[in-house]
């Protein structure tokens, strides 16, 4: 599957000062300090990973739900249904980063007495990029599974009525010497957001990406932001979409499907759903042993001989931790397009922007 461009060259920007810009953004939005941020934290850790969709191109769009009177910058999310390790959590009308964070840690302090604990999230917002908070676990020793809705953007296989969201999942499992396995993916062979950047720079996506309206493949990122993501393995994908779309939202009262909004009108204030699980190892095996075999496994991973065209195999999540070190050592690459967006928000709030964009930090 292919990647990002990179941007521009000379548009990169050192990861504390973007934080910083960022984060004094959302503070003008209303938001406490503390979840500014941690909003802030969590689209700069997917612009570090490589994983632009989900990263500051995000900005102006969350500086409109909290300005709008849409999504509440002062919301909190909180604790509202409990079964021992079963927990329910009402968003707040927050951002979704914000719930699903309180959700996400709620679950790994619960998991350290029951094992294994899993919050669902209702109340809540469009949280970013998954893998974030599955890797809160990590540093807990344990395994996190998160999972959230989206905006309808896929068809049932056959169809061509924008019904299914791509509902990502991702998956964190805890390593000793090599990088931890987190896989973060969605249902579709890409996110709107990745086309967005696709678009932005006026490049052609593969054709395995997208339908337009009519259900055709197509090369058009303007095109295929008007029209259907592909599913991955066809009806496959499309199958756990949904799967993963109701966890993310029945368990909590969520919105599913066409009832959390459109792609054209956009979602309707707290009505995402998110799933959050902790896994603490040490309730099932040797924790040291465990991070035996994951290290192994990444190892065989590694060591398979390269196909035609390829020259490195990574298991999930090596691409993205070589791509963090690269980045916080030479600055994370910025569209234009993204630093101009960043910029007007904070010229209207009356913040420090990005530019002149200056060297890497």
């Keep these: 599957m292919a990647g990002y461009p990179e941007a521009a060259a000379g548009l990169r920007v050192g990861s504390r000062q973007l934080q910083d810009v960022v984060r004094a953004v959302f503070a003008a939005c209303g938001m406490p300090p503390a979840g500014a941020a941690l909003l802030a934290d969590s689209l700069v850790w997917a612009d570090l990973r490589g994983i632009h969709s989900h990263g500051v191109l995000r ?21 509202v249904r409990e079964r021992v390790s079963a927990l329910v959590v009402d968003g ?29 999230v209702g109340g809540s917002n469009h949280c ?10 990590l540093e807990h020793g344990m395994i996190g599974v998160a999972a959230t809705n989206a905006l309808p953007t896929m068809a049932p296989w056959g169809g061509v009525d924008k019904i299914v969201g791509i509902n990502p999942l ?45 259900g055709r493949p197509t090369t058009d990122a303007q095109e295929a932001i008007g029209g259907l993501l592909q599913p991955i393995g066809e009806y496959k994908g499309v199958g756990l979409a949904v799967v993963f779309g109701l966890l993310s939202t029945a368990l909590s009262g969520a919105s599913y499907g066409t009832d959390l909004g459109d792609m054209t009108t956009g979602p309707l204030p707290g009505r995402d759903g998110h799933f959050c699980m902790a896994i603490d190892v040490t309730a099932f095996t040797d924790p040291d042993a465990f991070r035996s075999r994951v290290d192994r496994a990444v190892r065989q991973i590694r060591s398979s001989r390269l196909a035609a065209g390829h ?51």
């Design 92 to 120: 707040g009308n927050s951002m979704g980063q914000l719930a699903a964070a309180f959700a996400m840690d709620l679950a790994i302090e619960r998991a350290r007495s029951t094992g294994v604990a899993v919050a669902a």
């Design 170 to 214: 991702a998956v964190a499992l805890p390593s000793a010497g090599e990088a931890p396995v987190v896989l973060d993916c969605a249902f579709s062979y890409s996110s709107h957001g990745k086309i967005r950047v696709f678009a932005q720079r006026g490049l052609p996506i593969p054709p395995t990406w997208a339908f337009d309206r009519e």
């Design 128 to 137: 970013g990029a998954l893998s974030w908070y599955a890797v809160r676990a």
């Design 311 to 361: 020259n490195t195999v990574y298991a999930p999540g090596g691409l993205e931790q070589e791509t963090e070190a690269r980045h916080r050592r030479d600055g994370i690459p910025l569209d234009p397009v993204t630093v101009d967006a960043i910029d007007r928000c904070a010229r209207q709030l009356g913040t420090a922007g990005l530019s002149p964009v200056s060297p890497a930090s």
């Design 59 to 79: 900005v102006a769009e969350y500086v409109e739900k909290l300005t709008s009177g849409g999504v509440d910058p002062r919301g909190q999310p909180r604790l």
